[in-house]
């Protein structure tokens, strides 16, 4: 049974820090892409980032470049998102997803679109107070 489970949220300031992981089961981690996404009260469902099923690749959506690093650890089955200098505009739900698996050289559709992910999990709150 594949699961997804994200931990890590919280309330914080702006401009302080905080640590997401989801820890994944059920399936073989080290095939997946991995992402995370957000959702706002009201907006739609934002790619934040995607990493590669090895690491070897990253990618981040323009609002959090040079603020947040997604990583992963295969041996963990966990992924990561380290958010820093945190913004009021940084407040949501935010979701971990896993693409089709397979290790593809590239996902099926861009990596910000939710469609190109198959599974989720049940989400984290992030809010930050200014």
């Known amino acids: 049974q594949v699961q997804m489970v994200e931990s890590g949220g919280g309330s914080v300031q702006a401009g302080g820090s905080l640590r997401l992981s989801c820890r994944a089961s059920?399936?073989?981690?080290?095939?997946?892409?991995m992402a995370w996404f957000r959702q706002a009260p009201g907006k739609e469902r934002e790619g934040v980032s995607c990493?590669?099923?090895?690491?070897?690749?990253?990618y981040y959506t323009d609002s959090v470049k040079g603020r947040f690093t997604i990583s992963r650890d295969n041996a963990k089955n966990t992924l990561y998102l380290q958010m820093n200098s945190l913004k009021p505009e940084d407040t949501a739900m935010y979701y971990c997803?896993?693409?089709?698996?397979?290790?593809?050289?590239?996902?099926?559709?861009?990596?910000?679109?939710?469609?190109?992910?198959?599974?989720w999990g049940q989400g984290t709150q992030v809010t930050v107070s200014s």
């Open positions: 990493i590669k099923w090895d690491g070897s690749n990253t």
């Open positions: 059920g399936f073989p981690f080290d095939d997946y892409y």
């Open positions: 997803a896993a693409d089709y698996g397979g290790r593809r050289d590239t996902l099926l559709l861009p990596w910000w679109l939710p469609k190109a992910y198959n599974n």
